[in-house]
């Protein structure tokens, strides 16, 4: 019997408990998301006050690109719950991505009278303060030539925005997108073999056609240190491995 086929029959013996939520949350990582909204919707309607469940239905919508629907579930939890650090950090991506400026800086500062030392959320007040920058989810910012990913970006991290960094060529992009993605859901096992993929892949597979073939590396120079992407997948290597460990 799968896991899944084990959570299925847990809620189906407890209709009335909150098994839902694990069920939900197993569709969403194998990537069954109309079936993991469908869960987790006749979860809430028992248990309409379980705010990490609701969290669960927003971010799964958020993957669906439902992104109107994700936000109106964010904002629902932090009306009864004001210092879900997720569920601020998600919904201030929204707002990011859709140009809302003040709305994104006003719920990070909100945040941060909860988190005063998060570093994130610091990241997050200093740069909407210092006014707008490109959006995580403007098509515009994909193919830009910055290093890693901004945290908003990661915020509002989906499999589509990895896979079109990657197909650009810009590994260590997609890379950072992927990261967050796990630092907020270490379980994420359709993640997992994504990043083992993409750690066993040629950097230069990733490269759009029409880039001129790179230079090889000196001799004398290591290749890592060369090779933006090889570094980055070096880096993200040693990253997993932490993860396993710990």
């Not at 650090?85 to 006003?106: D, F, K, M, T, V």
């Not at 993605?181 to 490269?207: F, K, S, Y």
Request: net charge neutral; hydrophobic share 35%; glycine share 6%.
């Amino acid at each position: 019997m799968t896991r899944l086929d084990d959570l299925k029959a847990r809620w189906d013996r407890e209709p009335s408990s909150r098994a839902f939520m694990a069920l939900s949350e197993e569709y969403r990582r194998l990537g069954r998301l109309a079936e993991a909204e469908k869960t987790c919707r006749e979860g809430l309607q028992r248990h309409p006050h379980y705010h990490s469940a609701r969290v669960l239905l927003g971010r799964t919508l958020l993957e669906m690109d439902r992104l109107e629907e994700a936000a109106a579930e964010f904002r629902a939890v932090l009306e009864v719950e004001p210092q879900n650090l997720l569920a601020g950090r998600l919904l201030a991506g929204i707002y990011r991505s859709q140009g809302h400026w003040e709305q994104a800086l006003e719920t990070f500062r909100h945040l941060q009278t909860f988190y005063p030392d998060d570093s994130e959320v610091r990241t997050q007040v200093y740069q909407l303060e210092r006014g707008p920058g490109p959006a995580s989810g403007d098509a515009s910012g994909v193919g830009g030539s910055g290093s890693f990913a901004s945290p908003a970006e990661g915020t509002l991290a989906t499999n589509t925005l990895a896979e079109i960094y990657l197909r650009q060529g810009l590994v260590d992009r997609a890379i950072a997108v992927y990261e967050n993605m796990l630092r907020a859901d270490p379980d994420n096992q359709a993640v997992h073999r994504r990043m083992a993929e993409i750690v066993g892949m040629d950097p230069r597979a990733a490269r759009p056609p029409s880039d001129p073939e790179p230079r090889p590396a000196p001799a004398s120079r290591d290749r890592a240190a060369e090779d933006p992407r090889r570094r980055a997948i070096h880096e993200l290597r040693t990253w997993l491995i932490a993860i396993q460990k710990g």
